[in-house]
């Protein structure tokens, strides 16, 4: 018998396949599956922030040629899409806790596809929102489970560099954006149809590539089907040994057996019940000031004398700060806690608001932006991560849609609020208004559980 069997026979009254194959996935110690997973799945998050980007550039000349008032403009761009960000958030993920990470993956990425190419052939308000509600809806999930996926696969002491690495590939859709939009929509009168057209076709070589994925095989451990799991853990435990890890003794622990039920009523228990309330706020406060900032920040810099085509200049040379930000990120995910990060980042989103608020040069708006743009490059995968690793494995993505969707409700309040605010007093207090309430997104994130370097069973706990 070898040594690793033995250090399991010791414990053979505590072992079952499930415990088992759980504790030799966590032994392992650095990513242990081919790196072009990884890029895989980076690919799947630069679409999702492609998409959630490319609106706010392309709404100015769709609102021209739709002849779309403000409130119009505003439903399309935000009411629309933030619905079915919800909507196939929570439905989705919810089904990925039933039926699988993977499956439910592919549907995100297909209905990003279709959404984004009905976006660019939309001839009309009803239509375009048509095919803003899908194209939300598939962003809502896409979100969702890639950062259940890999923070499932990721092993404890590198959960949060190999998130973050995979977000730094993606958010390279939130740098790019602006430049193609730049390229693209005051060029040409087709401009923002092509601006969607690039998005859609990166989403559909994403479902071509992602379908080479494995399932999570804590989802299968917890729906039994052991033997694919089993299968997918070989290939990691081989392909880690391959590249010199040693691999230490896997020490089992308790694998929770209650599945075949509705996810999300787990979550209504102490003290996912008390998670739950914590992360939807985090998220309200968060998404308050993001969407604010990036759904109304090019319209309000133009309405304020700076010209659309200052206006994304500005915000593009600013989104240098989204690649800093994960950059920084991946540096010291797995040696900070998280919730002392994310405060960071609100804090340096709270100084950002302030410069632009300002409106004292470009160059101030320029810094103020790219302030804003390294905050969220900091804040989103850091926090995504977060979310996802503190719900338990029956209902995690659940927890992620309720948490996150819920939050977007923030996302409505901030593009609609902001405006009116600035209207109502001034354009300093109202970007000072939603600096405020990114930080207090930052305080809220002390008050949950521990989770840097802990195996996803002890923080989901």
Do not use: C
């Not at 092509?194 to 994403?206: C, H, I, K, R, T």
């Not at 494995?214 to 033997?227: A, K, N, Q």
């Not at 927890?399 to 605010?421: E, K, T, W």
């Amino acid at each position: 018998m070898s040594d690793e069997a033995s250090a399991r026979g010791a414990n053979d009254a505590a072992v079952t396949p499930g415990t088992d194959l759980l504790a030799r996935l966590d032994r392992i110690p650095e990513w242990s599956l081919p790196y072009s997973f990884l890029a895989i799945v980076g690919l799947g998050y630069f679409f999702v922030f492609y998409d959630i980007t490319d609106i706010g550039f392309g709404l100015p000349a769709i609102a021209v040629q739709f002849h779309l008032t403000g409130s119009e403009s505003l439903f399309v761009s935000l009411a629309v899409g933030l619905i079915g960000y919800v909507l196939g958030s929570f439905i989705i993920g919810t089904f990925a806790d039933r039926y699988g990470r993977l499956r439910m993956l592919l549907v995100a990425f297909a209905l990003i596809a279709l959404g984004s190419f009905g976006d660019a052939l939309a001839t009309n308000l009803l239509t375009l929102s048509l095919w803003r509600f899908v194209t939300g809806m598939g962003v809502g999930a896409g979100l969702n489970l890639v950062s259940t996926y890999l923070s499932e696969l990721s092993p404890a002491a590198r959960r949060g560099r190999i998130t973050v690495f995979t977000f730094l590939i993606g958010i390279l859709g939130q740098a790019v954006t602006p430049f193609v939009a730049l390229a693209l929509v005051p060029t040409f009168e087709i401009g923002w149809r092509l601006l969607f057209v690039v998005g859609g076709a990166v989403a559909a070589v994403g479902v071509g590539l992602q379908s080479r994925l494995p399932e999570s095989p804590r989802w299968l451990v917890m729906h039994e089907r052991f033997d694919e799991a089993e299968r997918t853990v070989e290939k990691m435990e081989s392909v880690a040994r391959s590249r010199g890890e040693a691999l230490p003794p896997p020490r089992p622990s308790e694998v929770s057996r209650e599945r075949g039920r509705f996810p999300t009523r787990y979550l209504f228990r102490r003290p996912y019940s008390y998670r739950l309330a914590l992360f939807v706020v985090l998220w309200f406060l968060w998404y308050i000031g993001n969407y604010a900032f990036l759904g109304d920040a090019a319209a309000l810099y133009a309405d304020h004398g700076l010209g659309i085509g200052s206006s994304i200049l500005y915000l593009a040379v600013g989104a240098v700060g989204y690649p800093v930000g994960a950059i920084l990120m991946l540096m010291t995910a797995d040696r900070v806690e998280r919730q002392r990060l994310i405060v960071t980042a609100t804090g340096v989103w709270f100084l950002g608001m302030l410069l632009i608020g300002t409106l004292a040069s470009g160059a101030v708006i320029t810094a103020g932006s790219f302030l804003a743009s390294l905050a969220l490059g900091m804040y989103l995968q850091v926090a995504y991560t977060y979310t996802a690793e503190s719900f338990p494995t029956r209902a995690r993505t659940s927890g992620f849609a309720l948490s996150d969707g819920l939050g977007h409700l923030g996302g409505v309040v901030g593009a609609l609020g902001l405006p009116a605010l600035i209207v109502a007093t001034s354009f300093f207090l109202g970007f000072a208004t939603i600096g405020f309430t990114g930080l207090a997104a930052g305080i809220i994130a002390l008050l949950g559980p521990h989770a840097t370097g802990q195996p996803l069973e002890r923080v989901s706990a």
